[in-house]
């Protein structure tokens, strides 16, 4: 069974940090794009960060550059996402999936235009910043 599963969120204080990971079951995720999403309450969803296949080149949205690292650890099927310097405009659900590799070529490098091309997604997983 192909799965993706988001762990790692949680409720922080501003300018603490948070890991996320995603982990497959059912097939590799070194070959794939794997793209981070986020959708705040009465906002579209919105592309993080994505780190691709083959040559692990890395990709973030301006709003979290600086501040979130995401890394793959191929021996646990696991993308991580690092989440640090959070601030409450950060709240949101955060989602992974898959892609083919270079994904992005297609698009610009625009993540957000990319997204119908992301065809496995996890459940999510909520992370609010809050005081």
């Known amino acids: 069974q192909v799965q993706l599963v988001e762990s790692g969120g949680g409720l922080v204080q501003p300018g603490g940090s948070l890991r996320l990971s995603c982990t497959a079951s059912g097939f590799a995720l070194d070959v794939y794009a794997v793209g981070w999403f986020r959708q705040a309450p009465g906002k579209e969803r919105e592309g993080v960060s994505l780190i691709n296949g083959g040559d692990g080149s890395i990709y973030y949205a301006d709003s979290v550059k600086g501040r979130f690292t995401i890394s793959r650890d191929n021996a646990k099927n696991t993308v991580f996402l690092h989440l640090n310097s959070l601030k409450p405009e950060d709240t949101a659900v955060y989602y992974c999936?898959?892609?083919?590799?270079?994904?992005?070529?297609?698009?610009?490098?625009?993540?957000?235009?990319?997204?119908?091309?992301?065809?496995?997604w996890g459940q999510g997983t909520q992370v609010t910043v809050s005081s």
């Open positions: 999936a898959t892609a083919p590799a270079d994904i992005l070529r297609l698009y610009n490098d625009d993540l957000d235009r990319a997204q119908p091309d992301f065809d496995s």
